[in-house]
């Protein structure tokens, strides 16, 4: 008789606002960070020049890695192997994804499938280190065009060890039936760094939804 798949555990995966004030925002991440548990953490500053990309790599990767949160870039595998990030996320229109595989080496490669099994067996079998679907709610912080069932992550984590993420609208109190469908990280913008108490309090409440769907 088949065994139930075991459960994997869920953590937190956090991505920048798109736009931040590095005047402020190293500290707002530190205070975050040290308020519960964060597995990674992605800089995404959409559409902002190379050089304040740059900047930014600079002033948060150490808040990251000396946490021991996995500090991924979003978009560019390049820029993030030149500058000790811990990998890299892309999209379908983020360049050659094997490419980017052979030039990550041992680093981490996230590759956006959307709702696409199809996609997500394709990412797989090239060697990407998880898959992201999203986005499962609406969400202000994106255009976001595909709208994944709870099915595709239930289908994933019961027949791949590949992680899985789940993104796109995901607060603490929606995000139950994520967890329980078997989604291994739940990336979030909104919910934390528009919490009304907060970044921190966002972390907190975050890993406390998280901790009680899992039961
Ligand atoms: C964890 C995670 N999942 C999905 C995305 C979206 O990536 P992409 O489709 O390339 O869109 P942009 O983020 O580049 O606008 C992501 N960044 N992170
Ligand atoms: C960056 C991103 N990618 C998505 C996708 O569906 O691929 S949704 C999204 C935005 C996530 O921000 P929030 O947690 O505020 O909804
Ligand atoms: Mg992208």
């Known amino acids: 008789m088949p065994h139930p798949p075991e459960p994997r555990g869920c953590r937190l995966y956090l991505v920048t606002p798109p736009r931040i004030d590095l005047a402020t925002f190293p500290d707002t991440l530190a205070r975050a960070l040290d308020a519960g548990d964060v597995a990674c953490l992605q800089l995404r500053l959409k559409d902002a020049p190379e050089d304040e990309v740059l900047r930014a790599i ?3 990767r150490p808040l990251a890695q000396s946490r021991d949160v996995a500090f991924l870039l979003n978009d560019d595998a390049e820029l993030a192997a030149r500058t ?3 990998g ?3 999209g379908q229109e983020d360049g050659d994804h094997a490419a980017a595989r052979a030039l990550l080496r041992e680093a981490t490669l996230g590759i956006t499938c959307h709702d696409s099994r199809h996609l997500a067996m394709r990412a797989g079998e090239m060697g990407a280190d998880y898959v992201a679907f999203g986005a499962f709610f609406p969400t ?3 255009d976001a065009r595909h709208r994944p069932e709870l099915e595709i992550l239930e289908w994933w984590s019961s027949i791949f060890e590949i992680p899985c993420v789940a993104i796109g609208g995901i607060t603490a109190a929606n995000c ?9 990280f739940l990336a979030v913008v909104g919910a934390v760094w528009s919490h009304p108490e907060g970044p921190a309090a966002g972390v907190r409440a975050m890993n406390e939804a998280i901790a009680a769907a899992e039961g």
């Not at 139950?176 to 291994?184: I, K, S, Y």
Request: charged share 25%; with cysteine.
């Open 88 to 90: 890299a996320h892309l």
């Open 176 to 184: 139950a039936p994520l967890v329980r469908a078997g989604a291994d």
């Open 58 to 60: 600079d002033a948060l």
């Open 84 to 86: 000790g990030c811990d």
């Open 140 to 142: 202000t912080t994106k």
